[in-house]
């Protein structure tokens, strides 16, 4: 004979503590929605500029690192002369910021501005110039019927090399660099391009010329907005609310369910 199921046993709880229950499981849902709200997202730290813009000769260049409409460095490509004697230059010319008296400056070693290899630090540790850093110079001088030439300065002929500087935004320091392209042609004139430029968001932080992004730039996958729960999950934390009896009454409710 088939026997019929027994019915299942039942616990009543108290009122007081299914309210209790249910107001923790409330509130722990919305922590963990919360939490996961107020997590910190890895955003991009280094904001990188890509560019092939020459720099015209007598025509400054207006460099704004991070894009604000305000001019932090101006690169310039100058040339004068006489009748026996001409010269040429290329320069970074370093601005005071708005509303700070800090002066934005470049990374300088032996009087010029310093053409800085790929993967360079540009921090605190830097010796910075603070007045108009020079990058190359050339000099045309005519010798009786023939002219010679005097070239100074690391950038005569510097491909991909890179500028280091320090800005202010809003009052905090910031560092970056700019990438550029120099050569020295016959005539003692120079031909300058700007190819790229970056800089540190975070400030006080180094970067290293070259680099586009650091190690914190990494994507966060948005988690699903539907949270799923497991079913026991809002018993068993209220049971921890409550400590050892609401553990106890918990497993009894689970083995009652269970038919135990």
């Not at 997202?41 to 400054?60: E, L």
């Not at 120099?182 to 975070?202: D, H, P, Q, R, S």
Request: proline fraction near 7%.
């Amino acid at each position: 004979m088939k026997r019929s199921p027994r019915p299942r046993r039942t616990v009543e709880l108290p009122k007081s503590l299914h309210q209790r229950l249910n107001m923790y499981a409330l509130a722990a849902g919305a922590a963990g929605v919360s939490a996961i709200a107020l997590a910190p997202r890895a955003d991009a730290k280094i904001i990188y500029t890509k560019t092939n813009t020459p720099i015209p000769v007598c025509k400054p260049y207006s460099l704004d690192l991070n894009h604000d409409g305000t001019t932090d460095f101006t690169i310039s490509n100058c040339v004068n002369g006489m009748s026996s004697i001409g010269w040429a230059w290329v320069g970074v010319d370093t601005v005071y910021a708005p509303r700070t008296s800090q002066l934005n400056e470049v990374v300088w070693h032996s009087g010029f501005a310093a053409d800085l290899p790929p993967n360079a630090p540009v921090w605190k540790n830097r010796t910075f110039g603070e007045y108009y850093p020079v990058m190359a110079a050339c000099t045309l001088r005519q010798d009786r019927s023939s002219y010679r030439t005097t070239n100074r300065g690391p950038w005569r002929d510097a491909q991909s090399r890179y500028l280091g500087l320090k800005f202010s935004i809003a009052g905090q320091t910031h560092y970056g660099w700019a990438r550029l392209n120099v050569k020295l042609n016959k005539k003692c004139n120079f031909v300058v391009t700007l190819t790229g430029y970056a800089y540190e968001t975070i400030p006080s932080k180094l970067i290293f010329t070259g680099h586009t992004k650091g190690p914190d730039d990494i994507g966060v996958e948005e988690p699903d907005a539907a949270l799923t729960i497991p079913t026991s999950e809002p018993a068993t934390l209220g049971a921890l609310a409550l400590g050892a009896p609401g553990l106890s009454i918990w497993r009894r409710k689970e083995l009652a369910l269970q038919g135990e």
